[in-house]
């Protein structure tokens, strides 16, 4: 950095564009509330880092010398510039702008999350959006690092004292099953019943399998795995094609669902009742974008 540059600062520049403004010193004073022989001390000290002087008097009034028209112009980008970092600090405190960094699991980030930044997006245009879907252990994982914000997820670890867990919005995990099968049409399906059947399942990380495996423990079944598949959409093919049956969020086979390529099975204690969840750390201030994210999703319902 110059000396100059080092010497010249925005007070200084302030009282020299509203004395040039009013072509007086005395006015100056009169604007900013200051006295004449300050305005006087402050003109003279920047003369003195510029090397030259700014301006000509000539009785009362005060003319600009031509480096003193020259540094005007510069005053005039300097102080807009000035106003623009202004806005720009204001509009990333109310998360106008920055960037929001989502990660989700396979379910969420597919089914759930999107339709929510679509309405972040029309609320925050400016916003850049970062959104990451993987399984539930790699997205808790990168929440852990401070890789990202805040993780949308369907099961929370029981005991993570550092993560703050808020639930947002219904979750249900139904059973489905093709068209034709056996027990389609049935009504009240025992959980029992379900051991005869081949499971598709998630693979190993997933929050659907997590959830799954929980429950028939719970209820001290066996069920018979024949796959494994590493994603919603690989499931519900392979359910399609009469492969087996498997669990999965209701979120993700509305279409499926509507147009009958799905059926949901009357399994009792069926749907299993969840929810996702909104998941940050606890001991971090969340960036702006991500507390307005946070807020629109507590605040509707999609
Ligand atoms: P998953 O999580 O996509 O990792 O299976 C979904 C859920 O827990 O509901």
Redesign the pocket.
Known sequence: MSRMENKLNLHQLQIFRTVAKHSSFSRAADELIISQPAISIYVKQLEKTVGTPLFEKVGRQVFLTEAGHCLNDYCERIFALLRETIQAMEALKAGENGTLRVAA?????VYVVPGYLGLFRRTYPKVTISLEV????T?LKRLLLRETDLAI???VPDNEASLQVVPFLS?E?VIIAPPGHRLATRKNISVQELTEETFLM?EP???????AERFFTLQGIQIQVGMELGS?SAIKQAVANGLGIAII?RQ?ITLEHRCGSLVILDVEGFPLH?Y?HIVHLHNRALPPPAVAFKKLMLENDI
């Open positions: 699991d396979t379910t969420a980030g993987n399984n539930r252990s997205v997820i369907g099961q979750n995990l998630r990380g997933s929050g659907t399998r997590a959830t919603n969020s993700a969840r996702w």
